[in-house]
């Protein structure tokens, strides 16, 4: 594992992590196609536990330092966790499918299929444990939550769809860039 290429995922977390959907300001967060990448292109527990150290330090360091509301922060925090580990578990299979060889710059369909269940699986995960175990919910009961839980999930899966498919293109285009250059060259 090369520094150089795991710094872009370490610092398109840094950049996103302040905003869940983005704003006219703010690129929405990008942690779970980061963690999805992470486990697609490096086999690295250490990587995953640093992530998490990540997260936990962008955290703490927007809410005490710059003012971002703490509103998530609740005994359901934990579950962040088992929801990150689906990502990087779900990029880990998804390596079975990957192809850096050819000219097409999109994931297999079993990737892409790995990527949704695994993007669905880490929302049910994170959701719903804010759900049903946060002090913030008040009233709890199942049609609320469905109800909840619909308005957020088609930002949560577009969001993390459209970093993870850029995030493989733009890894396979520098994969690829040393053999455009000698070809150019030559």
């Given at each position: ?54 997260v ?63 993007t ?40 993390t ?26």
């Amino acid at each position: 594992m090369n520094v150089k290429t795991v710094l872009p995922l370490v610092a398109l977390m840094g950049i996103t992590r302040v905003h869940h959907f983005g704003s006219a300001f703010l690129l929405p967060d990008a942690s779970l196609a980061v963690f999805f990448l992470a486990g697609l292109f490096f086999s690295s527990r250490n990587l995953f536990v640093a992530l998490l150290v990540e997260v936990g330090l962008l955290d703490y360091v927007a809410i005490t330092q710059f003012n971002v509301s703490d509103f998530c922060i609740s005994s359901a925090y934990v579950f962040l966790i088992p929801t990150y580990f689906a990502m990087w578990f779900g990029g880990r299979f998804s390596a079975n499918f990957k192809s850096m060889q050819g000219t097409e710059l999109t994931l297999s369909i079993s990737a892409m299929a790995t990527l949704f269940v695994a993007t669905t699986s880490a929302f049910l995960i994170s959701n719903g444990s804010f759900y049903w175990l946060s002090d913030k919910i008040l009233a709890r009961d199942f049609s609320n939550y469905v109800t909840q839980m619909t308005h957020y999930y088609l930002p949560y899966m577009g969001y993390t769809l459209m970093y993870a498919i850029f995030g493989f293109a733009v890894f396979k285009l520098f994969k690829r860039l040393p053999n455009l250059m000698a070809q150019k060259t030559a």
